[in-house]
């Protein structure tokens, strides 16, 4: 009978690994029976698990070396004394990976001076972060701190007229203050902030030995910081009052005279018009 007959069953189809066997299972070769990792997981790519050029001691250390923490030793010595692999297929296998691109080691100096490896561990070859681009550039010094900006000195009294003579008795008064107490030392640019605020002084008729009482009795026990700023309250505070001008015969207020540089010793006087002092006068016949 060369007839089909309807009734027969159809052939079935040749088997197709994993397709028509039961539960999807293949009928030979490993069979997978995973669970989902949820912590305590290293990802390993394909490309290396798979990888057809490397041996299985390389992709193994590969796979340890991607999951330790960074700063691990994972230098020939600690891996040997790890596995049982001695040092030179540890040392081979390592080789290998750094063909491959998944490690690279570098000697570096630090900033003590030792000499020690640097090993970079790549998950994915060709793909290189910003800092491991650079693994040989040194890291950059951070900037040094900018001194904290001088705080200004508190303004001190202006003298009414400028004299040459007794801003230099002023300088003077400053720079002998160390003598009395060390703590007084002060900078050039400091003296010459606090000179006016002596000058004001000296012309309202206080003795220079005045002045040095007042800026150096009754000093605080404790370090000063800020000595200038200290002399320059101190002036301010306590500035004594202009001298009171009257005539001997009437007792009425008499001009306040200007002050001049005597003619013959440079030393600062009030009077109407320039001349000498009183010192300097030729006597009376």
């Known amino acids: 009978m060369d007839f089909k007959n309807s009734s027969a069953p159809e052939c079935s189809e040749p088997g197709i690994p994993g397709k028509n066997h039961p539960h999807g299972q293949p009928p030979s070769g490993v069979v997978h029976d995973n669970a989902r990792h949820t912590e305590n997981f290293t990802v390993i790519g394909n490309h290396l698990a798979q990888h057809r050029e490397l041996s299985l001691l390389a992709i193994g250390l590969a796979t340890y070396i991607q999951s330790v923490r960074p700063g691990t030793a994972v230098d020939i010595k600690t891996l040997a004394d790890r596995f049982p692999e001695g040092p030179t297929r540890i040392a081979a ?26 090993t970079i561990s790549r998950n994915r070859p060709g793909h290189r972060t910003r800092e491991a681009s650079s693994p040989n550039k040194p890291a950059r010094r951070p900037a040094p701190d900018k001194p904290p900006p001088r705080k200004r000195l508190p303004a001190v009294p202006r003298p009414s007229t400028t004299s040459p003579a007794l801003l230099q008795t002023a300088l003077e008064i400053l720079c002998d203050l160390r003598r009395r107490d060390p703590r007084l030392l002060l900078s050039a640019t400091d003296a010459e902030h606090l000179a006016p605020g002596v000058t004001a002084w000296l012309e309202r008729d206080i003795t220079p030995t005045a002045v040095r009482h007042a800026l150096t009795e009754n000093l605080p026990a404790e370090p000063l910081t800020r000595p200038a700023a200290f002399l320059a309250h101190r002036l301010t505070a306590q500035l004594p009052p202009p ?40 006597e009376s016949v």
Not at 103 to 111: D, Q
Not at 268 to 276: K, N, Q, V, W
């Open 243 to 282: 001298p009171p001008f009257r005539s001997h015969t009437s007792g009425t207020s008499a001009p306040r005279h200007p002050l001049r540089n005597c003619d013959g010793c440079d030393r600062a006087f009030r009077s109407p018009a320039p001349g000498r002092c009183h010192d300097c006068r030729p």
């Open 93 to 118: 296998a390592l080789r290998e990976l750094e063909a491959h691109g998944y490690l690279s080691r570098s000697r570096e100096r630090t900033p003590t001076g030792r000499i020690v490896t640097r």
